[in-house]
């Protein structure tokens, strides 16, 4: 059983910062792919980035040099360092891990509960 906790969302000022969290407990071998997505209300959910294994990173385009995707592998937590936030970055965000579970070779998609960034003055 694996379980994604996530923390650190709020209300912040356009122009402000605030730091996601995301971490993962229970029967892990191994994390392949870590993400954020977010959704704002009326749309569908958008990919915001990723990190995979090896270190590479990938940004949607309307949070590339603002935002940067992080981990901790002794924590199996990952972060996204948001900064320089946008009123159009309000949304529930949500992280997604494909979590190799101990003694298995298969990995399976795991999303977090969610977290509210509200970008407003």
């Known amino acids: 059983q694996v379980q994604l906790v996530e923390s650190g969302g709020g209300l912040v000022q356009p122009g402000g910062s605030l730091r996601l969290s995301c971490a993962a407990s229970?029967?892990?071998?191994?994390?392949?792919?870590m993400g954020w997505y977010r959704q704002a209300p009326g749309k569908e959910r958008e990919l915001v980035a990723t990190?995979?294994?090896?270190?590479?990173?990938n940004y949607a385009d309307s949070v590339k040099d603002r935002f940067t995707i992080s981990r901790d592998n002794a924590k199996n937590t990952v972060y996204l360092q948001m900064n320089s936030l946008k009123p159009e970055d309000t949304a529930v965000y949500y992280c997604?891990?494909?979590?190799?579970?101990?003694?298995?070779?298969?990995?399976?998609?795991?999303w977090g509960q969610g977290t509210q960034v509200t970008v407003s003055s």
């Open positions: 229970g029967s892990i071998f191994s994390i392949n792919v």
């Open positions: 997604n891990l494909h979590i190799v579970p101990r003694g298995e070779f298969h990995a399976y998609d795991h």
């Open positions: 990190l995979i294994s090896g270190g590479t990173t």
